[in-house]
Each structure stands twice: as structure tokens, then as C-alpha cells.
């Protein structure tokens, strides 16, 4: 390709709004443009990049037995309401009629839409296990997109749907996605961990996300340097010691201006932790057959030296959606804000209390009365509930598994696997006849990867202070060709050569200096650059330079500058390919 003809235009300055150094370089080079909040196009230059990453993926999904197939992006309503999903996700999901007035919806993702596939498909054992897999547009309509590619409403995502008849064939398939998406993330240079999550909106019970860690990433990502346990902190657990011994009176005590844990542990000369504190939300409820929905009070009781994970909270209280309850809500249920307890508080408050608190004696919480505290309150005999662990972990807790201390991150989501188990199928009648001719639900799997965010996760992690400086498996061109001689006709035939051999070239050949010629080289960030300067040519050879490598230039004789190429193009795949590092669940 000739930059002459390129449709993309480099810039100079980092566009406005760009919250991260990789989003702004993928602007400034041309490989995308935005269109509306969340919303991107793809320019050439980013196709490409994108079209690589896809043909890697497909390989690694084919060697693991999957058939490609494409599925709509726009969906009847009904499959989603046999599920219940049409009513339990909100306006993150976009819904409309079409013209004769039927509810449809654009997929956010494709549950639905496979297992309808799939109960008209799969009739016996016989039929099974199968894997598919899709490379397509999604929309979901985030209420706050950001950093580009990171976080978008519109985006292309590969995602694969696994159907056994037992559990045991599910696990299978679940391991081989496991393994073939650290190939996938190698292939590309991207270093990822698995760590454990919530299965979310997708259901099931086991999950594991892929995770590029970074300082932009929106997720905390909780570790153990000694054993290696690792979780997202939505589902993170720790090692909790617990305050026991001889249950004592109840006591009011006056506690003037003491509305938080700190103030309330120094007016009573007491450790944090011998505290209980209450998170008071507001819990949406879905009926997932009518799509009614309902409000409730929701208490989260936490000892004081912790914090409330409000994703935990969330789903100990079966609630589709939580925020933050109003001073007037948290009173008309009996309850005081900055004194509140679930002590004497309206029956129909939902009540999640964390196990610190549950299994810990004559912790001081609030009396529900400004200014006062009751000591010695007792989970069980002062007031009840849901026992749960809904504390967040942080970095200093002690690790569940071997108790070193844990320690934290931030990360950015690119993949995620899922244990579906039945949770499809039974409520879609996705049924198969074993040997014994019993029916029997099929068991599934779910698995997805962001094409796009994995380009962006690419930008941020490989980039200096002049731009991109992309792995070769994932960047638009193998070559970039800068002509610096005012002979055309040589230019011309090298990249004419090059091209033929096979090499993927982009030939700067415009009237430009050579400063901007260079300046845009390095901001594109293509791996490999060949100058052809006056001098060099002179001598029968070419410069050659690897992008953001420190060494020197090297010079490859022109008579044998296409297998020169050819061998540092293979050397610099040979070098991804040898850092690959086959890992198991």
C-alpha cells in the first residue's frame, strides 16, 4: 500500500478527550475515527490490525473444534423473554419494534440466539459435544464509554458456545478455551492472567476473565505473590478472623457527632473491627415473566474495619440493579443514617450480613437514633438475616488459601469463559434423548473475547514517546518502505519486489521530508522500517531499523534485500512464537 493512497491522515497533537496514551496514538496514526460516544470506525490501517487479530483467533477456535457460523445482531424479544434476560437487563440493552409492532432487541450477546439454534439442531447424544463460534458486532448501550476502544458501545466480539451432554464435557471444552486463549493473547503479544469473576448477567456458576494488567484498567484484580490465588475483587476472598466470647447486654450509649466508624472508634477508645456499620441501597427487583419491577430497602452489615463489595451484595440479594438509598427511604423503614442498624427495622428490609459479623460477639453498631450507639449488639439474637460474604478484598488482608498477604491491581477485561451449565437450555426446552431415551437439558458453555479492546490493550502496552510500536502479528503492515532518493524508479522496484515475495509493505512514497516521513513511521509503529537513502544506495545496501529497538541500524545489501526480509520478518514471528507458554487450568 502507498501512503499516497493511504484513507487515513496522521496528526501532531493528541486529540481531545483522549483519556489513555494508546487511544490517543491509535487516533493520531489513523487506524480509527470516532463517530458518537462509544461509537468507532475502523480506518484502514486499523481493519487490518483488527483482520489479523480475527485470523488468529479463528485458528486457535477451529483447533479446538469449532465451526463458524454468523447469528443476527437483531433479535426478537421472545427468545430473550423465554430466558428472562429482556426483563433483568436494563437500558444497557436496546429495545425497539419493528414495524409491525413485535418487540425486538440488538444482542448484546448471543445466548439466546444459539440455543434457539440449537434445540431445533441437537435431538440425541449422538449429536453432541459441538462448538461454535462467531466473529461479530455487538451494541451495548454503556451509560460511560471511555479510552476509546477500552470501553464502547458498539464493538466486534468473537464469541463461542460449547453444548455437551454432561458436565464432565463441559469442563472439557472449558479447559480448551482456557488454554487456547493464552494462544490467542500470546500470538498477539498481549500478556494476560486468568483470574476468577462473577458469571454476571450470563449465569452460571464457574467463570474465569482474561485480564491485561494495567493502571487505566477499570477492575481490581486481587493476588497472592505466595500461592498465586487470583480474583477479580467482585468475588475475591480473604482470610477474616472474628471477635468471639459470652454474649453481654445490650447498652445505649451516647456518642455525640460520632456518624462514622473513625470517629465512633476513637470517642470509644476501640479497634475499628469491634464495629458493625450498614451500607444502605435501594434493590431493584424483575419479575422475569412479566417484567415488573419492584424497590427495596437492602441493609449490608459489615464489620468497620471493612468495606461492602457492592457486586457481592447485589447477588446475596438476587437484586438485578442496587444504588445508593435516600435519607428519607432509609428513615421511613425505622432506620437513622450515620446511626443505622437493622435493629428494629421494618420487616421488609432486606438484611445481607457479612460473616465477619455474623460470626463475631458484642460488636458496637448503630441504635437508630442520632447520637447513639448500642454496645454488645449479637447477629442472631439482636436482629437477623441473610449470612453472606459480601466484604471487598484489599491489599494487606490475608490470603484465604495460604494467609500471605494479598496484593492488588488494576486491570482490563479482553476475555472471559463461562460455565453456562442449564440455565439456557432448560428455560428454552434445548433437550437431547440419551442411550436410555430419557430427555435431558444440554449442557453449555459461553466464551468471548473483544477484538477491539484487545487492539487498544495492544496500543497501551506497546508505545513510546513517538507512537506505536506494534507486534508484527498484530500490526497493519510487516514493512514500512520510507524512500528518501529523488529516483522513484528504484523505490518503485523494491517495493514491487518485496511485495512479491509476499511481504506486506506500506511505501511512504509521498512528497514529504524526510522528518515527517519518519516522524509518521514512528507513529504508525509498524515493526519493521527500510530506509533507501542517497548514500546507502551508493554502497549497494538499504538501512534497516526495528521499531523502539535500541540497536543501531543495520544494512542489508540490496542485492539480497528480499530474503534479508523475509528472514527478519520470519525471525521476529519466531521470537513471539518462542514466548508462548502453554498454561492449564
Avoid at 142 to 152: K, Q
Avoid at 170 to 191: G, N, V
Avoid at 306 to 311: D, F, P
Avoid at 319 to 343: C, Q, V, W, Y
Amino acid at each position: 500500500m502507498r501512503m499516497s493512497h493511504v484513507f487515513s491522515r496522521t496528526l501532531r497533537e493528541v486529540p481531545a478527550g483522549a483519556e489513555s496514551m494508546g487511544y490517543g496514538y491509535l487516533v493520531r496514526a489513523g487506524f480509527i475515527q470516532q463517530l458518537g460516544a462509544g461509537i468507532f470506525s475502523l480506518l484502514p490501517l486499523g481493519l487490518r490490525s483488527v483482520r489479523k487479530i480475527e485470523t488468529i483467533i479463528r485458528e486457535e477456535m477451529d483447533g479446538i473444534g469449532g465451526q463458524e457460523l454468523l447469528m443476527p445482531v437483531v433479535n426478537p424479544a421472545d427468545i430473550w423473554k423465554e430466558t428472562g434476560r429482556y426483563f433483568s437487563i436494563d437500558k444497557e440493552m436496546s429495545r425497539f419494534q419493528d414495524r409491525v409492532g413485535r418487540d425486538m432487541v440488538l444482542a448484546m450477546t448471543h445466548e439466546e440466539c444459539v440455543t434457539d439454534i440449537a434445540r431445533f439442531e441437537i435431538d440425541s447424544y449422538k449429536r453432541l459435544p459441538q462448538l461454535v463460534y462467531q466473529l461479530q458486532t455487538k451494541w451495548r448501550d454503556d451509560p460511560r464509554p471511555r479510552a476509546g476502544l477500552i470501553r464502547v458501545r458498539e464493538f466486534t466480539m468473537k464469541d463461542s458456545y460449547s453444548f455437551d451432554r454432561d458436565q464432565a464435557g463441559l469442563e472439557k471444552q472449558y479447559q480448551a478455551h482456557y488454554s487456547a486463549y493464552f494462544r490467542i493473547f500470546d500470538r498477539c503479544a498481549l500478556p494476560t492472567i486468568a483470574v476468577g469473576s462473577d458469571s454476571g448477567m450470563m449465569g452460571g456458576k464457574v467463570a474465569h476473565e482474561y485480564m491485561y494488567l494495567s493502571p487505566i484498567g477499570e477492575d481490581t484484580i486481587i493476588t497472592c505473590p505466595s500461592c498465586g490465588y487470583t480474583a477479580n475483587r467482585q468475588v475475591a476472598v480473604f482470610k477474616k478472623e472474628h471477635k468471639t466470647g459470652e454474649m453481654l447486654p445490650l447498652e445505649e450509649k451516647l456518642t455525640p457527632n460520632c456518624a462514622s466508624i473513625e470517629d465512633l472508634a476513637n470517642f470509644l477508645s476501640i479497634d475499628q473491627r469491634n464495629t458493625a456499620k450498614a451500607l444502605f441501597m435501594m434493590g431493584t427487583f424483575v419479575d422475569s415473566t412479566t417484567g415488573e419491577e419492584m424497590q427495596k430497602l437492602i441493609v449490608g452489615v459489615i464489620r468497620g474495619d471493612m468495606e461492602v463489595e457492592e457486586n457481592k451484595l447485589q447477588n446475596a440479594a438476587k437484586a438485578n440493579a442496587l444504588r445508593p438509598a435516600h435519607t428519607d427511604e432509609i428513615k421511613a423503614a425505622g432506620m437513622e443514617p450515620g446511626f443505622g442498624s437493622p435493629i428494629g427495622c421494618a420487616q421488609e428490609v432486606i438484611v445481607i450480613v457479612d460473616d465477619s459479623v455474623a460470626k463475631s460477639t458484642n460488636l458496637v453498631a448503630g441504635a437508630n437514633k442520632t447520637d447513639y450507639h448500642l454496645l454488645n449488639t449479637n447477629f442472631g439474637r439482636d436482629y437477623t438475616g441473610t449470612v453472606a460474604d459480601i466484604a471487598s478484598a484489599a491489599a494487606g488482608y490475608a490470603c484465604s488459601v495460604c494467609s500471605t498477604p494479598l496484593q492488588q491491581s488494576k486491570g482490563i477485561e479482553v476475555g472471559n469463559i463461562f460455565q453456562l451449565g442449564t440455565r439456557y437450555s432448560e428455560s428454552m426446552g434445548c433437550m437431547y434423548q440419551d442411550e436410555d431415551g430419557t430427555r435431558k437439558p444440554v449442557i453449555m458453555g459461553s466464551y468471548g473475547i473483544g477484538v477491539g479492546r484487545l487492539l487498544a490493550c495492544l496500543a497501551e502496552q506497546y508505545n513510546d514517546e513517538a507512537g506505536l510500536k506494534l507486534p508484527i502479528t498484530a500490526a497493519p503492515y510487516q514493512v514500512h518502505l520510507v524512500s528518501l532518493v529523488k529516483d522513484a524508479e528504484i523505490a518503485e522496484k523494491i517495493y514491487s519486489d518485496l511485495t512479491a515475495a509476499g511481504i506486506e509493505v506500506l511505501y511512504d512514497d509521498r512528497k514529504e521530508s524526510a522528518g515527517v516521513k519518519f516522524a509518521d513511521a514512528d507513529l504508525i509503529g509498524i515493526p519493521v522500517r527500510i530506509t533507501l537513502g542517497n548514500r546507502s544506495l551508493k554502497e549497494g545496501n538499504v538501512e534497516v531499523k526495528l521499531r523502539g529497538s535500541s540497536e543501531d541500524a543495520r544494512a542489508f545489501p540490496l542485492a539480497s534485500l528480499v530474503a534479508d526480509t523475509k528472514d527478519l520478518v520470519a525471525s521476529l514471528m519466531t521470537d513471539i512464537r518462542s514466548n508462548m507458554v502453554h498454561r492449564q487450568l
